[in-house]
């Protein structure tokens, strides 16, 4: 059980560039959550897949991000024409469905210049 | 809706001090909640759990007790190390069957202690 990895771990971009990264989580978790961290503040959902099957989305989450999970293991959040307000830490996590916690991976840290 | 607030920091002790981080929450029903840490450069990591009133959680020395009638959950340890700096975060997990059971987070306390 290697944990929750994501890449990369660091992201520097210009404005109105598009961005992608990936969360691979732990394996058999069925549950994968995507949330945002900014400065100072705690994390905040974005979305979440059951397997393969997004089944909600944060009003955050606004029609820029498309997040994806296509066989039900890996995900990845892309970010078209990036904004500078999108500088921010973008957690992974995982567990399984039947219960048990989430286990976070180590972040994605993103800056917009 | 669901909220969680906790202590302002940034807080700084010395070692061997004792410390508490006040985390009350806002929640229909009978949520989850938890403490998770976050070691500088590294994710969260779950540090404490409890999922029912007056059930009280413990790990590495600190403990929570939650407490239905103040809705409070305040993290405390007898005797702090350098170690244990980091920043704390509360969290609560709705109790709504067949949601997403994400978690909402307090905006953290920075906890910062001196040998």
């Known amino acids: 059980d290697t944990g929750v990895s994501q890449d990369p771990r660091h992201k520097i971009t210009k404005r109105g560039q598009n961005v992608t990264f990936r969360c691979d989580p732990i394996s058999e978790h069925n549950r994968l959550y995507w949330y945002r961290q900014t400065l100072g503040q705690g994390p905040e959902f974005l979305t979440y897949f059951q397997n393969e099957a997004q089944l909600e989305k944060s009003r955050l989450l606004s029609d820029r991000f498309s997040a994806e999970r296509p066989k039900g293991s890996f995900s990845t959040l892309e970010i078209q024409r990036t904004e500078q307000g999108d500088s921010a830490m973008y957690l992974c996590?995982?567990?399984?469905?039947?219960?048990?916690?989430?286990?976070f991976g180590p972040g994605t840290r993103l800056t917009v210049t | 809706g669901n909220s969680v607030t906790q202590m302002e920091g940034p807080v700084t002790l010395s070692e061997e001090a004792f410390l508490t981080i006040n985390c009350t929450y806002t929640a229909t029903g009978y949520p989850s909640l938890f403490w998770y840490v976050q070691y500088p450069g590294e994710g969260l990591q779950l540090l404490l759990k409890a999922t029912k009133a007056d059930d009280k959680g413990s790990n590495k020395g600190f403990e929570a007790t939650y407490r239905k009638e103040t809705t409070s959950f305040h993290l405390e340890k007898g005797s702090v190390q350098v170690s244990d700096s980091a920043v704390y975060f509360c969290a609560l997990k709705p109790t709504n069957q067949g949601g997403s059971e994400k978690l909402v987070f307090g905006k953290g306390t920075k906890l910062t202690v001196n040998p």
């Open positions: 996590a995982s567990r399984k469905w039947q219960g048990g916690e989430q286990y």
